[in-house]
């Protein structure tokens, strides 16, 4: 303990003395840690919205998808790269039958595309449009006010009506009471019965417009790509979530014909699917600005090197000293090994100081929810630490390995 605590003495003596050379090789640690506090703050942040989202809305439903791949999925356009073709579409036949089953309490359909959005003169291209079924509020979570949602009389009779979002009610009425109006999507008239807000989240504010109408009526009037409807189902208040997948899975398999053994030619996700999924995408994000950062932590690193290069030629004769009066090697060794490692430090004690504001501002100012995780700072003090004793190694076994003869005629 002695000779680290004078390892650390010298250490800060020596950012003492070299003040603009100590704070060009700690800038570089100080920036790679900064780095790594506040994409750790950002991530833990959103992934903490994302999870609220997630309560919010009803947690026993789950999906029926024709093809789920968790994480990033690259296709070059190959049968290799595209699993999903060998997955045929979900069905308007199974999605009937499956909403027959008695551990089911609701099945939703949906089906997306982007479609023109006419009211008297204005008009907005590329609006999201989606063809829903009539507990969709239900699955998605938020409310319908003003106004109301569509009814399941009208879902099965394919009205003409039409709920819009707040982004849209914004754009396209300005002001106006949008109840009643009529409006043109992809061309054919609908009726607005309601304006739908979200739960409040992270992302909230940055909802492109909206247009949500009966599923027949959507497959009747709107351009979309086929063969990408999705299913939501809510299992029966007597049943488990997983008494209710395990009948859905029977029954499509049955339904296609599907021998024991055979892969699943469709996909059940749960809400923890969907959330591990985006959880590996932050992963891999973060893990990207990991390695940023370490650019960061090496040009530090390097500073290190040459700082503790001039501190060991510096005291040469104090090495002699030192190693006459029967310090060991190991002894030395420890001594600069430690004064490195102080001076990471102390960059990562900045850096972390810096981002921890960082994300406090960013938390302030911003909608999203930034929080320092306690591992952050773990691995941030952990990172700087392992940079000064690798950097540090070899100006250290250079001056342990100085002889004591020649080191006490060095002038």
């Known amino acids: 303990m002695t000779s680290l605590f004078e390892g650390v003495g010298i250490a800060l003596d020596s950012l003492r003395s070299n003040k603009g050379r100590a704070a060009l090789t700690i800038l570089g640690v100080a920036i790679g840690v900064m780095v790594v506090m506040v994409i750790a703050a950002l991530i833990s942040g959103i992934n903490q919205s994302v999870s609220n989202i997630f309560e919010s809305i009803a947690p026993r439903t789950f999906l029926v998808w024709r093809f789920f791949q968790a994480g990033v999925n690259v296709s070059d356009g190959s049968d290799e790269s595209s699993p999903w073709r060998r997955n045929p579409p979900i069905s308007e036949i199974e999605a009937d039958r499956i909403a027959q089953l008695p ?193 960061g932590l090496m040009v530090g690193g390097v500073g290190v090197v040459a700082i503790m290069m001039i501190s060991v030629t510096e005291r040469t004769r104090e090495i002699g000293v030192r190693k006459a009066l029967g310090a060991t090697r190991r002894a030395i060794l420890w001594q600069f090994l430690v004064e490195a490692s102080t001076l990471t430090l102390v960059g990562g004690a900045a850096g972390m100081l810096v981002g921890g504001g960082v994300a406090f501002a960013i938390s302030r100012v911003t909608p999203i929810p930034a929080n320092v995780p306690l591992w952050s700072i773990v691995v941030a003090l952990g990172a700087s630490a392992l940079t000064g004793v690798g950097f540090g190694l070899y100006p250290a076994s250079r001056a342990a390995r100085l002889d004591p003869v020649e080191a006490l005629r060095y002038e």
Request: hydrophobic share 40%; proline share 6%; glycine share 8%.
């Open 103 to 295: 551990s089911v309490r609701y099945v939703t359909r949906r089906d997306e595309s982007a479609a023109t959005v006419e009211f008297a003169d204005l008009r907005l291209e590329s609006v999201n449009v989606a063809g829903l079924s009539a507990q969709w509020v239900e699955v998605n979570g938020g409310d319908v006010y003003p106004g109301r949602t569509f009814t399941r009389l009208e879902d099965l009779a394919n009205s003409s009506v039409a709920v819009i979002n707040r982004k849209l009610e914004d754009q396209l009425f300005r002001g106006r009471d949008p109840i009643g109006q009529s409006i043109h999507v992809a061309g054919a008239l609908f009726t607005v019965i309601g304006v739908y807000t979200p739960p409040p989240s992270l992302f909230s504010g940055s909802t492109p417009p909206f247009v949500g109408i009966p599923h027949g009526a959507f497959a009747k009037h709107v351009p979309y790509f086929k063969g990408w409807m999705r299913l939501a189902v809510a299992p029966a208040p007597s049943y488990s979530q997983q008494q209710a997948m395990d009948e859905v899975v029977a029954t499509l398999r049955s339904l296609r014909g599907m021998k024991p053994g055979q892969e699943n030619t469709f996909s059940i996700v749960t809400q923890d699917k969907l959330l591990d999924s985006w959880n590996q995408v932050t992963g891999m994000f973060f893990l990207v600005m990991l390695v940023l950062s370490s650019i």
